[in-house]
């Protein structure tokens, strides 16, 4: 099977996907492209989709509303094994006299991603930089405390955002994560595969496996108001993927598909007589 790449000219106008991603997207400066293979460190500087960026932006910082300009991002190399992504409605059965059926009342959405990543290592070096990050990730699982007077106080929970590609983004700015907090994290190893061990610290002889696998659970929190408004979606951007649309070619024409609808409503009206 071959995978061609190519640009996508009207990325721009599909949802600022392209030149936001060239500016904002980066995840900064990352140890594990010098350690891994020159195939690798290279496929993943020039496409986006070769990582999944994660970033905690309530964790860094006493004052929570800053965090966004010291908050941690970690990248990783999108070896996907498994990606699911699952919506969940929920509806409460209400009993009413005379009714065979019960009444359905609405509550909510919610929105559930699971991703998992089998990280390979070229050697005991970029085995400790990988180590590094998954360290870093489950550091991220846990709270922000503020110390006062000697005492410490919760100051903000662990939540975290998600990137990768077109399919885990923030359909209003998609270049940016989707927000979220981690509901599992889950790592292994497969002892078939061998070990690193590294020799240089003669007080603390290091353990390294030549493959990292991890898997994550995230629930999405929703940052704006998604569902329909008088008829129209509440979005003028693709949801929940960012797709190749743009203002010149739409993914479907409402007044079109409103007068289909109504033709056939009388169509259906006509045989019912």
């Given at each position: 099977m071959a995978i061609t790449l190519k640009s996508v000219g009207n990325d721009l106008l599909g949802g600022l996907g392209g030149a936001g991603e060239a500016l904002f997207g980066a995840a900064g400066y990352d140890p594990s492209l010098e350690t891994a293979l020159p195939a690798e460190a290279e496929l993943r500087n020039k496409l986006n989709f070769a990582n999944i960026r994660i970033s905690f932006p309530t964790t860094a910082g006493k004052l929570p509303f800053t965090n966004f300009l010291s908050q941690t991002t970690l990248?990783?190399?999108a070896y996907l094994t498994r990606l699911t992504d699952n919506f969940s409605p929920s509806f409460a059965g209400v009993s009413l006299y005379g009714r065979t059926d019960k009444v359905p009342?609405?509550?909510g959405t919610a929105r559930t991603i699971s991703v998992s990543l089998t990280i390979p290592c070229l050697d005991a070096q970029d085995a400790n930089e990988n180590l590094k990050k998954i360290n870093q990730f489950i550091k991220n699982i846990y709270p922000s405390y503020n110390s006062v007077k000697g005492d410490l106080i919760i100051a903000s929970p662990p939540l975290v955002r998600v990137k990768?590609?077109?399919l885990i983004i923030d359909h209003k700015i998609p270049f940016r994560g989707l927000l979220g907090y981690i509901t599992?994290?889950?790592y292994t190893f497969d002892p078939k595969d061998g070990f690193f061990f590294n020799t240089q610290?003669?007080?603390a002889q290091n353990l390294f496996f030549r493959s990292y696998s991890l898997t994550f659970t995230m629930s999405v929190l929703h940052?704006?108001?998604v569902g329909y408004k008088d008829g129209e979606f509440n979005s003028n951007t693709d949801y929940p993927y960012r797709l190749n649309n743009n203002v010149l070619s739409p993914i479907q024409s409402n007044e079109k598909d409103k007068?289909?609808?109504l033709s056939n409503d009388l169509d259906e009206a006509r045989l019912l007589r």
């Open positions: 990248s990783f190399p009342q609405y509550s990768f590609a077109n599992s994290f889950n610290n003669q007080l940052e704006s108001v007068k289909f609808s």
